[in-house]
């Protein structure tokens, strides 16, 4: 296989124009989405290729961290969008994102089994902090939903005298688990149903198959460990917003 | 008369209501004693059930203050006060498992008879103990939640409306409970109710609110057949709304 040129990239967008006669012919109303997404994603995809060519040039610590905070604040936002009933929730999305993966690449990073270098941190932290950004918004919107909705089951806990977090443990669960149902998900299926993208990656640019294998599972073992810290993160951040210091559960947070 | 069990001074609770401050309990001050069964009665909206979740500081009030035994509500744990001030929710909610998994939730020490005598005391079959609860009925729910009420062995139970949410039929089944267990076990009892009838036959003293305030109080007779007040007359020929 030859690597890509723009002639190669322009010449696929024959598919792109497939997709859209199908659509119309189906009376299916995305091919504005479509002609739409697929610009952007042109656009956005070469703007990335330029800005980590010049991040891997200069090979500097400070910049790949600040690679790393800016695409976890963006994620943030992202995901922030997706939580209903909290004010500001972006607090809860950032943060929670950015212990999970820093945490995550941090002992990486320590163990060596990555090395501080651009072309390792930026694609891995980008599928750690897209995860992360997943749970983060599923966790913290599945746990205010719940928490609203369940008022009479936490509060008839509360008059018995127990604790906040007794009294919503089974809320707590729950939203943890929605938040690393996906991850838990890729791990049952990895390499029967699909082959992931790290990994398809790998071998479509020429490396060993077991090499690539390797690296997935790494790759996994990452994604598991951020999307668990994570989605805990995000259960104790937005939990503690419901909650007084007097074991009250208050719906105006 | 016995010290008071507990004490409301100056108590009032203050919501933002479509943007505007309500005050839901306002400057209400009550001697509670013990042993006594307290009806707090008043048309919708009026504050009842306010008051109740302040005395169980589900709420915290904005001004003024819950004394239990002379003590400070703020100076308990709160979870230490809510196993010694009950309270029973209008639509019972069960928790899952059996009606011996609801018991020992509520506390866990409860021996083998201690469960049992529970179970008869809130008149349910002993036959059921060991029964999912997820299949009963309303009124068989409202028992179960009665006999978890005692299993933390309060000193005071506080009920809110809790025949509202039952058919008529078991209406009078419960309000006798209710009056069977305050006897004996020595209960002070509150128990918010929209109908001056069942305060006449399970009350010993009224309470009448009225937009959050206190109108008129003292013996259940007086209160609701012979008001002193304007608002307390209205409330008697059901002109409140």
Request: net charge neutral; glycine share 6%; aromatic share 6%.
């Amino acid at each position: 296989m030859t690597t890509p040129g723009f002639l190669e990239v322009a010449i696929s967008l024959v598919l792109v124009v497939i997709a859209i006669v199908i659509a119309r012919y189906w009376r299916i109303p995305v091919e504005k989405d479509m002609a739409l997404g697929s610009v952007r994603a042109f656009a956005q995809l070469v703007a990335v290729g330029y800005a980590l060519e010049f991040i891997f040039d200069l090979e500097s610590p400070w910049l790949i961290i600040l690679a790393l905070v800016i695409m976890i604040v963006v994620g943030a936002h992202a995901a922030s969008g997706r939580v209903k009933g909290i004010r500001r929730p972006f607090v809860i999305t950032v943060s929670a994102m950015a212990v999970g993966s820093f945490v995550t690449i941090g002992v990486m990073v320590l163990a060596r089994i990555i090395s501080f270098e651009a072309r390792y941190i930026i694609p891995l932290g980008g599928m750690i902090i897209g995860n992360s950004m997943n749970a983060s918004a599923l966790t913290a919107d599945r746990l205010s939903s719940d928490l609203r909705s369940q008022r009479l089951a936490i509060e008839s806990a509360l008059a018995l005298g127990k604790g906040w977090r007794v009294a919503s443990a089974k809320f707590i669960r729950n939203s943890a688990t929605a938040g690393m149902m996906s991850m838990l998900n890729f791990m049952k299926t990895v390499g029967i149903v699909a082959l992931p993208g790290a990994m398809t990656g790998m071998i479509l640019a020429g490396a060993e198959p077991l090499d690539a294998v390797l690296l997935q599972i790494i790759v996994a073992y990452m994604l598991l460990s951020a999307v668990t810290i994570t989605s805990i993160m995000a259960v104790e951040l937005t939990v503690r917003r419901f909650f007084t210091r007097c074991h009250q559960l208050q719906h105006d947070v | 008369m016995n010290p008071p069990v507990l004490d409301l001074k100056n108590l009032s609770r203050v919501i933002q209501s479509d943007g505007q401050p309500r005050a839901v309990v306002d400057d209400i001050s009550y001697h509670f004693h013990r042993e006594r069964v307290y009806t707090i009665i008043g048309p919708s909206g009026a504050g009842k059930s306010s008051l109740l979740r302040l005395v169980n500081r589900l709420d915290e009030p904005t001004s003024g203050e819950v004394f239990f035994h002379g003590k400070a509500h703020c100076d308990y744990r709160p979870c230490e006060l809510r196993q010694k001030i009950g309270y029973l929710f209008q639509t019972p909610h069960l928790f899952e498992g059996t009606i011996r998994d609801n018991l020992l939730y509520a506390n866990k020490e409860l021996s083998d008879d201690e469960v049992k005598s529970l179970v008869e005391q809130a008149q349910i079959k002993s036959s059921l103990i060991d029964r999912p609860t997820d299949r009963f009925s309303v009124g068989e729910k409202q028992r179960v939640a009665i006999a978890r009420l005692l299993a933390t062995r309060p000193e005071v139970v506080l009920l809110d409306e809790p025949t509202s949410a039952l058919d008529p039929s078991y209406t009078e089944a419960i309000e006798e409970l209710i009056k069977q267990i305050v006897d004996r076990e020595d209960l002070t009892a509150i128990v918010v109710t929209h109908n001056p009838q069942q305060a006449l036959r399970i009350g010993q003293e009224a309470l009448l609110m009225v937009d959050g305030k206190l109108i008129e109080h003292g013996e259940v007779t007086e209160v609701i057949n012979n008001p002193q007040t304007e608002l307390g007359r209205l409330y008697k020929e059901r002109r409140l709304k």
